[in-house]
């Protein structure tokens, strides 16, 4: 409950990375024992505000922020974390930061023991005293009690349910003397929804003994229901500064991914009528992108969106069908089935992948572009080989290669020394035209692009999505595009369907409205039936 | 100026400075009495011994396994190769190629097996490589007493039973291909048969690095995620290179008995991995990262010292300082480029 007196005034926060604007003139208030729901996309910005308030050396490392906080009417500038807890903010992460063999008391009381003095410390000084486990657990109880959650104090973090472990984060921070803010990250993203109902209500006791809070969360349904305030971060401006009274989850959505300029649906392919891949009770095992149930068609020479908030399995679909990861399920492509589990057969079937981990599986960083760009080709295909002594074996065409390598730097209008420079000398958005021009040299029928635009400027990202439209129209690709970038793949796309918990939340033409984009990204679709296009 | 430098950091300072000790040696020589025409000979001798070992290392550089510290495994197959011959009776040409042959088996054998082991251990690769390499060995010191070898010529005198510590090449195969050819430039001897094989090895590993094999092999070493995307398959790599580089070890140790003169078994393998992984640092060559050209010029770098330290530092000093020489030039070499890994590889 607000009491009206002012905790917390950010005023005009600007950052940027490398010349790269992620916040941009970020102004608002937070009064004591009020709870503000930060919403936004992946990407929008809330991380990095939240690293600037709470002084993360990353920021100063990076150049330092313009703007100016103000706690308790006071200027502050936090130089580490350190100053910022003692000022009286606590922040719980979304990894937890837990020692497993200790127990809730400890892990509560950890770093700021209640200690016994003994002789030894008359000798040694404060470093011999013991620590006061009756004190130590009175005050884990008086924290838990604070919370209004049933926690055991003496059970080992190691034992305990996710749940538990979440309360004890924040026990510990309520722990502090002088905590006045608590910043929770996405803090019921691990909780089952008994246990983030819970933990809702905890935070409305918080509140109530005049704890402020700023509460991040893509469960828009939380915010409405706990928050006191909303606001909506978008490409690192603040778009809505409103409180939540009246306002329905359809409205948040809206905002987060809406964009103010209206999308043109781009003059697209005439996609055919029959079914080229076709996914049925898909599972991957990728770490973090799980997917648990996935099934759609894609038609010939369509481009096919996914989209769907990090750590959904959007990215799993991919990597799981090209066999980088465990998978099971079925898999057609043209009237065939690809096996899973085997990167070669599924380039074999001619499908192609760019991958979302450019650096990492897209890029033989230390080699030359000739290289990258004909080495799929060569390994999955054959080509770029010369047969020496009658086929008995055959060595590299570095010729043919380089010619390969030649087209695409014109084609794709790649910025680079020649077809020898290596990989790690050129900028991300020309890596990325690399990775794009070593699944070209493949000429696949399908091709699978994981996050083409990630970590490449305005330029290039316009040049790789004409790039993959070209190739849709001219040469009647098959294309599955994901992108964490809604409004991309409505740019792009014929249907864009949006992943949640590893199973597609619904299917939606490009013209439909965001909102139900964003109703679908929260879990809140209409329906597993879905509005089909 | 700037292409000095630049030439300078191509070449990088370890290689200049041991390049002109070596100079510096070759001057010295004459001028402390030492028969120059000899010595270079000697260094002619020594390189060929020794190249094929230094090439066994490069095709697990390259696919990422780093510096074969496991050498002694495919020797091992190169002892077997020999002495197996031997006792067959075999001489000559017939008895190298009937050699060259059994090793290439036993290679081939060790090898996968071996390869199969490192693929359980990435990261640690020659760390364990060294230990399989000391276990190997002397788990062959036991099997050259028991193995029913039984020619005159190879066992010990008193028992009948049991290899000999070293067995005389002499009557079988000994110094052919040193003298296949041989003739001399001022009074130093060119072992031209020798350093044709060694050509011979050279070009295979090169072409073989070449070949969709090889290429992959190169790209696993690079980055094995990008291998697999591109359907490669990263065991499997690893696995043929080091097939491919303990055959190598094997050959490695017929050309270099054949100039000795000598087969020795038991625990004279345990060593022989260290000059050979610090020749190729010594040509240029990273953990990661190796070519024919670090192979070749290490290779004579590596053994021009060795070979004329004890002839000219001793001649002056009178005492065996060369060894320690040695010693330090050689750990000293390995030490270096392992605490230079991450800088050459990024």
């Known amino acids: ?533 | 100026m700037s292409s000095i430098k630049t030439f300078i950091a191509d070449f990088g300072w370890p290689r200049i400075i041991i390049a002109l000790f070596l100079l510096s040696l070759f001057v010295a020589a004459p001028i402390v009495g030492v028969d120059l025409g000899a010595s270079i000979g000697d260094v002619l001798n020594r390189f060929g011994q020794n190249a094929i070992m230094v090439l066994a290392l490069v095709p697990m550089v390259q696919s990422g396994c780093g510096l074969n510290f496991g050498l002694p495994i495919g020797i091992l197959a190169g002892l077997l190769g020999s002495t197996i011959t031997m006792q067959l009776g075999l001489t000559g040409l017939t008895g190298l190629l009937v050699a060259i042959l059994i090793t290439i088996v036993f290679g081939v054998i060790f090898g996968y097996l071996y390869g199969k082991l490192l693929n359980n251990v990435k990261g640690e690769e020659m760390t364990i490589a060294m230990y399989v390499g000391f276990s190997a060995v002397m788990l062959f010191s036991i099997l050259w007493l028991v193995l029913p070898f039984n020619k005159a010529d190879l066992v010990m005198g008193y028992a009948g039973e049991g290899l000999r510590r070293s067995i005389a090449l002499e009557d079988y195969w000994g110094k052919l291909l040193n003298n296949f050819g041989q003739f001399s430039i001022g009074g130093t001897p060119i072992p031209t048969g020798l350093l044709l094989f060694v050509g011979l090895c050279v070009f295979f590993v090169y072409v073989f690095m070449r070949t969709r094999t090889g290429t992959a092999m190169t790209a696993v070493g690079s980055n094995p995620d990008f291998a697999r995307a591109s359907g490669v398959s990263v065991e499997r790599m690893r696995t043929v290179s080091t097939v491919v580089s303990t055959v190598l070890g094997g050959i490695g140790i017929l050309a270099y008995q054949q100039s000795f003169g000598w087969v020795q078994v038991y625990d004279a393998p345990l060593f022989m991995a260290f000059p050979a992984v610090s020749a190729l640092l010594i040509g240029g060559a990273s953990v990661t990262k190796a070519s024919m050209v670090n192979v070749v010029l290490g290779t004579f770098l590596f053994q021009g010292i060795l070979t004329m330290t004890p002839s000219v530092i001793n001649n002056v000093l009178k005492n065996e300082l060369s060894e320690v020489i040695r010693i330090i030039v050689t750990n000293g070499m390995i030490i270096y480029a392992l605490t230079r890994k991450t800088k050459v590889a990024k």
């Open chain 1, 1 to 533: 409950m607000s009491t009206g007196t002012r905790l917390l005034s950010l005023r005009g926060i600007s950052k940027e990375f490398y010349g790269n604007v992620v916040l941009e003139d970020i102004s608002f208030d937070l009064d004591r024992g009020q709870i503000i729901g930060l919403v936004g996309e992946n990407g929008a910005g809330k991380t990095t505000l939240m690293r600037i308030l709470f002084g993360m050396p990353v920021i100063a490392e990076t150049g330092g922020f313009n703007g100016t906080i103000e706690l308790d009417g006071q200027p502050v500038a936090f130089k580490t974390p350190f100053d910022a807890l003692d000022a009286g903010i606590g922040m719980v992460h979304q990894e937890f930061s837990l020692i497993p063999g200790f127990s809730t008391t400890e892990n509560i009381a950890l770093n700021r023991e209640s200690l016994k003095t003994n002789f030894a410390c008359d000798i040694f000084g404060k470093r011999m005293s013991v620590l006061d486990r009756v004190t130590m657990r009175e005050r884990a109880v008086k924290a838990i009690h604070t919370l209004g959650v049933k926690l055991d104090p003496d059970m080992l973090v190691s034992e305990m349910p996710v749940g538990h472990k979440q309360f004890t984060e924040i026990a510990r921070e309520i722990d502090r003397k002088n905590v006045k803010l608590l910043v929770l990250d996405e803090p019921t993203a691990v909780l089952t929804e008994t246990e983030a109902e819970v933990l809702l209500s905890s935070m409305r006791a918080l509140a109530a003994q005049g704890i402020s809070i700023i509460f991040i969360s893509h469960r828009l349904h939380e915010i409405t229901k706990v928050a006191d305030k909303i606001v909506v971060l978008r490409d690192g401006k603040i778009v809505k500064d409103v409180p939540v009274a009246g306002v329905s989850v359809q409205d948040i959505a809206a905002w987060m991914v809406g964009r103010d300029v209206k999308t043109k649906a781009a003059h697209l392919s005439v996609c055919k009528d029959s079914v080229y891949l076709n996914v049925e009770h898909l599972w991957v095992d990728m770490p973090g992108e799980t997917v648990r149930d996935v099934s759609f068609q894609v038609m010939e020479g369509e481009i096919f969106g996914i989209g769907g908030l990090a750590g959904q399995g959007k990215l799993g679909i991919a990597n799981g069908v090209m066999g980088l990861f465990p998978a099971g399920g079925q898999v057609t492509v043209g009237g065939q089935d690809v096996i899973l589990n085997n990167p070669h057969a599924a380039l074999n079937s001619d499908i192609a992948f760019v991958s979302e981990d450019r650096r990492g599986v897209g890029l033989l960083l230390d080699e030359s572009l000739e290289w990258n760009i004909a080495f799929t080709a060569m390994q999955a295909k054959r080509q770029h080989l010369i047969p020496v002594l009658g086929g008995l074996f055959s060595v590299r065409d570095e010729k043919s290669m380089k010619a390969l390598a030649l087209e695409y730097i014109e084609s794709l209008e790649i910025r680079c020394t020649g077809p020898r420079q290596r990989a790690k000398e050129l900028s991300g958005g020309n890596q990325q035209k690399i990775c794009l021009a070593k699944a070209f040299a493949l000429k696949p029928k399908l091709l699978f692009v994981s996050e083409p635009t990630r970590g490449i400027d305005v330029g290039a990202k316009a040049i790789v999505l004409e790039t993959l439209r070209a190739y849709n129209r001219d040469y009647g690709m098959t294309i599955v595009m994901i992108s964490s970038e809604l409004e991309e793949l409505r740019s792009i796309c014929h249907r864009v369907a949006i992943v949640d918990e590893g199973k597609i939340a619904g299917i939606l033409p490009p013209t439909a409205d965001v909102a139900q984009f964003g109703l679908l990204m929260s879990g809140l679709g209409a329906g597993k039936n879905g509005d089909a296009a």
